[in-house]
């Protein structure tokens, strides 16, 4: 058993997220809406698959305060497999025409591809949302990019 004292702090539990001129610290909180672009999504059944019909919707999720927009283009769970090429396809044109529309908007995009994640953030994203938990560890590398 070590002797040493503990810092009062452990190191990163003080760190504070900073994305898009907007600061996230210990305690703070945000709303992020989900946008998918799925045409199978198991929440909205593929209501937001269309390009616009995905624009639109994060527009109105703004509007309504959402903080972060999650945009995904492959659906959680089982269903027809999906290429990086197709899920950039999905993704990578609703997150530059966000963008667009909302410049200080913070846009997340959840996938769990390194060659769409470098995509994803040159058209704007500012945030990668890998809920498949680091399957390609060049995510991170992008990430810290």
Do not use: C, Q
């Not at 305690?27 to 019909?53: H, L, Q």
């Not at 639109?56 to 290429?83: C, M, Q, Y």
């Amino acid at each position: 058993m070590s002797t040493t004292p503990m810092p009062a702090e452990a190191p990163g539990l003080s760190a504070v997220l900073r994305l898009r001129g907007r600061a996230f610290g210990p305690g703070d909180f945000a709303v992020m809406a989900v946008v998918n672009r799925t045409p199978d999504s198991f929440y909205d059944r593929g209501s937001t698959y269309a390009f616009s019909a995905a624009v639109d919707a994060a527009s109105r999720l703004i509007e309504e305060g959402a903080d972060i927009v999650d945009i995904g283009g492959v659906k959680a769970g089982p269903g027809t497999e999906v290429n990086p090429a197709e899920e950039i396809r999905r993704v990578a044109e609703v997150v530059a025409a966000v963008r667009d529309r909302h410049p200080d908007v913070i846009i997340s995009v959840d996938t769990w591809r390194s060659e769409v994640a470098e995509v994803v953030a040159e058209a704007g994203a500012d945030l990668l949302n890998d809920t498949w938990g680091g399957v390609d560890p060049k995510l991170a590398e992008v990430a810290a990019a």
